[in-house]
Nanobody
Framework: QVQLVESGGGLVQAGGSLRLSCAAS??????MGWYRQAPGKQRELVAS???????NYADSVKGRFTISRDNAKNTVYLQMDSLKPEDTAVYYC?????????WGQGTQVTVSS
């Protein structure tokens, strides 16, 4: 059974940091990443990383967020620093295997001003 289990969301003040984790099981995934969806907005890519650790970031988070992965643990991380109120959203883990996409259940990140 394929599962993506996220953890690490919460409430933080602007300028603070949070670290999200997504543990995958059932399949050895290729590219993995994080998306987010704020109320009333479309889901958007935050960052992704290939199995060979090549990252890609949305312009809005470059220089503040860092994505990494541990292939041995089939886990992807998102270190979020210098958080802003506009980063408030539900963050979803995403993982790819061949032509299929898998999603986590989402974790809330709230940044207060």
């Amino acid at each position: 059974q394929v599962q993506l289990v996220e953890s690490g969301g919460g409430l933080v003040q602007a300028g603070g940091s949070l670290r999200l984790s997504c543990a995958a099981s059932g399949i050895i995934f290729g590219a993995m990443g994080w998306y987010r969806q704020a109320p009333g907005k479309q889901r958007e890519l935050v960052a992704s990383i290939t199995r060979s650790h090549s990252p890609n970031y949305a312009d809005s988070v470059k220089g503040r967020f860092t994505i990494s992965r541990d292939n041995a643990k089939n886990t992807v991380y998102l270190q979020m620093d210098s958080l802003k109120p506009e980063d408030t959203a539900v963050y979803y883990c995403n993982a790819n295997f061949l032509t299929r996409e898998y999603w986590g259940q989402g974790t809330q990140v709230t940044v207060s001003s």
